[in-house]
C-alpha cells in the first residue's frame, strides 16, 4: 500500500473531521425528524448500492440526487423542517458508509475518495442551504423564484464536486489540471445534470407531497443511470471490437504481437501530457490502433511491419489505404482522417495525427534497437524534428516514457 | 417506394375522425387556455428536439424474415415525450389534454416516406391516446388528488391513465401494422400492449410528479425540472443506438477486410450469419442467442485475414502443406476475437466451424456432442450458403438440391437435427439471397480465377 499523495490525504482529511463532527453534533443534540432522516438515509444508502465501477465520473447518482435533496430540504408535506446542515452530513455519511460496505467487501474498488467527494459536496450544499432557511432568509417559496435559486446553488455544488473530483484525480494520476477539470465539467453536462435537476426538484416535491415523492423521482433517475450504463458497455464491446481489428493485422503477420496496443497506450499518454481532451484522447486512440490497418491491402507484408523505415510515396499510400479501411468501419471521420494522415509533414498534420507518427516511429525503432533503445530511438526522433515529427510531441514523448521509467508500457 | 394500401389508408382515417371528435368539445367546455398553450409549446419544444421517431412504418418493402419481429422496432424508440403529454393529462380535461399532443406531433420531424400522411397519423395517435388517458385520470378523480395532492391516492388514477394510454396506443399500432404490413392482427397485436406499459409506467410517473410540481406553489418552473433527467435519458439512449450502429459497422469492417484478401465469397459471410440466426429461430433459441449466433455467422471466418493472399487467391489445387496452413483459420479466428467479451458462445463457433460429426473436421477433429451448437449451426450454414452462390469455378445449385446433399452428408459431417430446422425455415421463409443493399454487386466475383477451392465448405 502506497501513500496517498498530499491533495488526496488533505481532501480525505477534512472529510473525516468534517463527518465526525457532524456526528458528535448530531449524536449530542438528537436527530430532528426521524422519519425523513431514515427515508433519505435509505435512499442514499440504495443509491451507494447501486453503485457501479464502471465509466468513471459520477457512478452513484441516486446516492448523490438524494444527498443533495436531503441538503435542500426545507419542508415535509408542508410543515417546516429543522434539520440543521451537520444532522444532514451526518445521515448521509452514515448512511453512504453503509452502501459502500458490500462492495468493500467483495473488493470492488476502494471508495475512499468517492466517500469524500460525497461527504464534502454535501456539507457544501447543506451549509450554504440550511443555515438561510433557519434564518428565513430565502426567497418566498410560492414564488417561480424558489426553484431557480435551487438550481443556481446546486450548479455550484456540482462545479465544487466537478474540483474536488479533478484535483482526486491529479493527485492519482500525475496528469495536468487543466484538461482534467475541463473533463469533468463536461460530464456535469451529462448525467450530472439529470441528478443536479433531480436534488433540485426532489427537496420541494417531498415539501408538497411528503415521502412518497422519494421512490416516484428515484425511478426516472435510475432509468437515465441504467441507460448510461447500456451507452458505457456498448463503448468498451466498440473499443473491444475495434481493438481486435488492429489485431488482425498482427495474425496476418504484418506488424509484430501487441505493436498496435503499444502504440495506442503510448498515444494516449503522450495525448494526456499535451492536455487533449477525452473526446480527443478517444480519437487518437481508435487512430492509433488502427493506424496499420492499411497494410491489409499490401499483397506481401513489409519487413517486421516497420512502415517507418520505408519510402515516404509508400508510406502515404499504406495510410490513405487504411483510411478507406477506417472510413467504412463507422468510426468518426476524425479517425479516418488521422490514419490517412500518419505519414505527412508534421506541419500538415492535426495533432492526433503527429502523435501518432511520432510514437509509431519510436516504437517501430526502440524495438529495432533492443535493450538501449528507447534512447536512440528518441534521439533520432529528435534529429528528424524538422520535417517529419514535431519536437513538442517528440519531447513530451520523452517525459512520458521517462516517467515510465524507459520501457515501452506493455499492456493487455 | 410502394403506394399506401386503401386498408392502411382506412384505418388512418378513422383515428383523425376519432381525434377530431375528442377535440369538438373544446369551443364550449371551460378550458384553462394558458396553461393549455404553455404544455402546447412546451410539448412542441420537446418533440422537436428528441430523437426522430419510426412509429408508422407504412409500407416499405421489408425483408420478411432476418429482421426483428413487427412491433418491436416501435416499442424500443419511444421518440417522444409522453411525460409532458402525461402531466398535460392529469391536469387538463380530456379535450385539452388532446389538444397538447397536435402541434407538436404535427411539427415533428419524421425520417420515412410517406412524410404527411405519417404526421397525421401519428397526431391522430397521439391525441386519441392521450385523451383517454386524461378521461381515465379525471373519472376515477385525479385531478382532485394532483391538487391537493392526496398521496398514495394520486398514484391510483394516475396508473389508470397509463393503463389507457397504453391500451390506446398498442391498438392503433396493432391495427397499422395489420392492414399496412399485412401481419397477421394477432402477432400485431401480441406483445405490443406489454412491451410498451413499462417505459410509459416511468414515463407516467415523471407526468405525475410534474403536474403535481406544477399545480404546487413552487409553480411550472420547477415542474420544468423533472424533464431534465428524461432529457438526459432520451439523449444517452439515442448515443446507446449510434454507438451500437458504429460497432455493427466496425464488425462489417472486420468481415470486408476479409474481402480485400479473399475477393470471391462477396457477401458470403452476411448471408451465413442470415442463415444462422433463420436456423437459431427454428430451433427455439432466446433472441440473445441468436444474435450472437449472427455475429459468429458473420465473423466465422474472420481468421482468413491471417492466411497468406497468395494462398488465399492461388489458381489451381493447393498443396497438403498449404492446405495446412489455410486450415489454421478458425485458430487464427478465434485468437483475433479473443478480447471481444460479448461474443461469448460465438467464439467457439469460429474456433470449431470446421469440425466434423464423425471427428474428420479441423482443428480438434472433436466428434457429435463435443462440437458446440453454434459451431455445428455455423457449419451448416456456411455449406449452405457455399453450395447455392454462385462461385467463380461452377454455377449456383439450387435451394433444393443444396438442401438433398445437406441431408446425405447429415450425420457424418453435419447434425440432423440442424439441417431439419434449416430445411423447416426455409421452407416457411423462403431463402433471400440478395445482398445488403449497399452492395451492388451481388455475390457474383469481379474477377474469375479458376481451379479448385479450399473453402468449398460442402466438399
Redesign the interface.
Known amino acids: 500500500m502506497t501513500r496517498p499523495e498530499p491533495a488526496t490525504a488533505l481532501v480525505r482529511g477534512c472529510a473525516a473531521v468534517l463527518a465526525a463532527a457532524a456526528l458528535a453534533h448530531t449524536l449530542w443534540h438528537g436527530v430532528d425528524g426521524r422519519g425523513t432522516a431514515l427515508a433519505f438515509g435509505l435512499l442514499v444508502a440504495v443509491g451507494e448500492l447501486a453503485r457501479w465501477s464502471g465509466g468513471g465520473r459520477e457512478a452513484a447518482p441516486l446516492g448523490a440526487a438524494g444527498a443533495l435533496a436531503y441538503a435542500l430540504l426545507g419542508a415535509d408535506a408542508g410543515h417546516p423542517t429543522h434539520h440543521g446542515a451537520p444532522q444532514v452530513v451526518a445521515v448521509v455519511t452514515a448512511a453512504a458508509l453503509a452502501g459502500c460496505v458490500p462492495h468493500v467487501s467483495s473488493g470492488r474498488g476502494p471508495c475512499a475518495d468517492h466517500l469524500a467527494r460525497r461527504v464534502l459536496t454535501t456539507a457544501f450544499a447543506a451549509f450554504c442551504f440550511q443555515p438561510l432557511h433557519a434564518r428565513g432568509a430565502l426567497p418566498r417559496?410560492?414564488?417561480?423564484w424558489?426553484?431557480?435559486f435551487l438550481?443556481a446553488l446546486l450548479a455550484l455544488t456540482v462545479l465544487c464536486d466537478a474540483l474536488l473530483a479533478a484535483v482526486l484525480a491529479r493527485a492519482r494520476t500525475g496528469w495536468p489540471l487543466g484538461p482534467l477539470l475541463r473533463d469533468e465539467l463536461r460530464a456535469v453536462l451529462?448525467?450530472g445534470?439529470?441528478v443536479?435537476?433531480?436534488g433540485?426538484?426532489m427537496a420541494?416535491?417531498v415539501?408538497?407531497?411528503?415521502l412518497?415523492?422519494l421512490p416516484?423521482?428515484s425511478?426516472?433517475?435510475l432509468?437515465?443511470q441504467l441507460?448510461?450504463r447500456?451507452?458505457t458497455a456498448?463503448?468498451?464491446?466498440?473499443r473491444?471490437?475495434?481493438?481486435?481489428?488492429a489485431?488482425?493485422t498482427e495474425?496476418?503477420?504484418y506488424t509484430p504481437a501487441g505493436h498496435a496496443h503499444r502504440v495506442a497506450a503510448l498515444s494516449r499518454a503522450v495525448g494526456r501530457d499535451l492536455g487533449l481532451s477525452e473526446p480527443e484522447l478517444t480519437v487518437l486512440e481508435y487512430a492509433a490502433l488502427m493506424h496499420d490497418?492499411g497494410q491489409?491491402?499490401l499483397?506481401d507484408p513489409v519487413p517486421e511491419g516497420a512502415t517507418a523505415a520505408l519510402d515516404p510515396a509508400r508510406q502515404r499510400r499504406i495510410a490513405l489505404l487504411g483510411g478507406a479501411?477506417?472510413r467504412?468501419?463507422?468510426?468518426d471521420a476524425e479517425v479516418a482522417v488521422v490514419v490517412e494522415r500518419q505519414a505527412d509533414p508534421y506541419r500538415e498534420q492535426p495533432v492526433s495525427a503527429r502523435v501518432v507518427r511520432a510514437v509509431n516511429a519510436y516504437e517501430e525503432k526502440a524495438r529495432a534497437a533492443g535493450p538501449a533503445g528507447s534512447l536512440r530511438a528518441l534521439e533520432e526522433l529528435r534529429l528528424a524534428t524538422a520535417r517529419d515529427y514535431q519536437p513538442e510531441v517528440v519531447e513530451s514523448l520523452a517525459r512520458v516514457v521517462a516517467r515510465g521509467g524507459l520501457t515501452l508500457p506493455r499492456t493487455g | 417506394m410502394g403506394s399506401v394500401p386503401p386498408r392502411a389508408l382506412g384505418w388512418v382515417a378513422c383515428a383523425v375522425l376519432g381525434a377530431l371528435c375528442c377535440l369538438a368539445p373544446l369551443p364550449g367546455a371551460r378550458t384553462p387556455w394558458p396553461t393549455v398553450a404553455l404544455f402546447t409549446v412546451l410539448y412542441a419544444g420537446c418533440e422537436h428536439i428528441s430523437v426522430p421517431h419510426h412509429r408508422l412504418r407504412v409500407p416499405h418493402h421489408r425483408p420478411r424474415w432476418g429482421g426483428r419481429p413487427p412491433g418491436r422496432r416501435t416499442a424500443t424508440s419511444m421518440g417522444t415525450f409522453f411525460p409532458v403529454l402525461l402531466a398535460g393529462a392529469f391536469l387538463l380535461p380530456p379535450p385539452a389534454a388532446a389538444l397538447v399532443a397536435v402541434p407538436g406531433a404535427l411539427l415533428a420531424r419524421v425520417e420515412h416516406r410517406p412524410r404527411a400522411l405519417r404526421r397525421v397519423w401519428r397526431t391522430a395517435q397521439l391525441a386519441l391516446a392521450t385523451w383517454a388517458a386524461s378521461r381515465a385520470h379525471g373519472a376515477l378523480g385525479g385531478r382532485d388528488a394532483v391538487v391537493a395532492p392526496d398521496f398514495p391516492y394520486a398514484l391510483l388514477p394516475a396508473g389508470a391513465g397509463v393503463l389507457a394510454f397504453c391500451a390506446v396506443l398498442a391498438l392503433l399500432d396493432g391495427g397499422i401494422l395489420a392492414t399496412a404490413e399485412r401481419v397477421p392482427a394477432r402477432a400485431a397485436w401480441r406483445g405490443l400492449f406489454a412491451r410498451s406499459l413499462g417505459p410509459v409506467a416511468v414515463h407516467g410517473l415523471a407526468g405525475l410528479m410534474m403536474a403535481v410540481l406544477w399545480r404546487s406553489p413552487y409553480g411550472p418552473l420547477a415542474a420544468l425540472l423533472v424533464l431534465l433527467p428524461m432529457c438526459v435519458t432520451y439523449w444517452m439512449s439515442a448515443q446507446y443506438h449510434r454507438e451500437r450502429a458504429a460497432h455493427q459497422a466496425t464488425i462489417r469492417a472486420l468481415v470486408q477486410a476479409v474481402d480485400i484478401k479473399d475477393g470471391y465469397t462477396r457477401g458470403h459471410s452476411e448471408r451465413v450469419g442470415r442463415a444462422s440466426v433463420m436456423i437459431a429461430r427454428e430451433l427455439g433459441m432466446a433472441d440473445e442467442r441468436a444474435e450472437a449466433l449472427r455475429f459468429a455467422g458473420i465473423l466465422h471466418d474472420v481468421g482468413k485475414l491471417g492466411v497468406p493472399t497468395r494462398l488465399l487467391r492461388k489458381d489451381g489445387p493447393l498443396t497438403p502443406e498449404e492446405r495446412r496452413i489455410v486450415e489454421l483459420h478458425p485458430e487464427y479466428g478465434h485468437e483475433m476475437v479473443r478480447g471481444i467479451g460479448f461474443l461469448d458462445e460465438a467464439r467457439a463457433a469460429i474456433l470449431h466451424h470446421h469440425e466434423r460429426l464423425d471427428g474428420s473436421g479441423y482443428p480438434y477433429g472433436l466428434k457429435g456432442r463435443q462440437i458446440p451448437e453454434f459451431a455445428r449451426v455455423v457449419a451448416v450454414a456456411d455449406a449452405f450458403d457455399a453450395m447455392t452462390s454462385t462461385r467463380s469455378y461452377r454455377r449456383a445449385r439450387p435451394v433444393a438440391a443444396a438442401l438433398e446433399e445437406l441431408r446425405r452428408c447429415a450425420g457424418t459431417q453435419f447434425d440432423p437435427p440442424v439441417v431439419d430446422a434449416l430445411a423447416r425455415a426455409l421452407s416457411r421463409h423462403g431463402w433471400h439471397p440478395a445482398v445488403t443493399a449497399d452492395d451492388p454487386r451481388g455475390n457474383v466475383p469481379p474477377q474469375a480465377p479458376a481451379g479448385d477451392r479450399h473453402a468449398e465448405a460442402g466438399s
Not at chain 1, 417559496?141 to 417561480?144: K, L, S, T
Request: contains cysteine; charged residues 10%.
Open positions: 417559496e410560492d414564488g417561480p424558489y426553484a431557480v438550481v451529462g448525467i445534470s439529470a443536479c435537476a433531480t433540485a426538484v420541494p416535491a415539501a408538497v407531497a411528503g412518497w415523492a416516484l423521482f425511478l426516472p433517475l432509468l437515465t441507460a448510461f447500456r451507452c456498448v463503448r468498451a464491446t466498440y473491444q471490437t475495434i481493438a481486435s481489428l489485431r488482425a495474425i496476418a503477420g490497418i491489409l491491402s499483397v479501411v477506417v467504412q468501419t463507422g468510426v
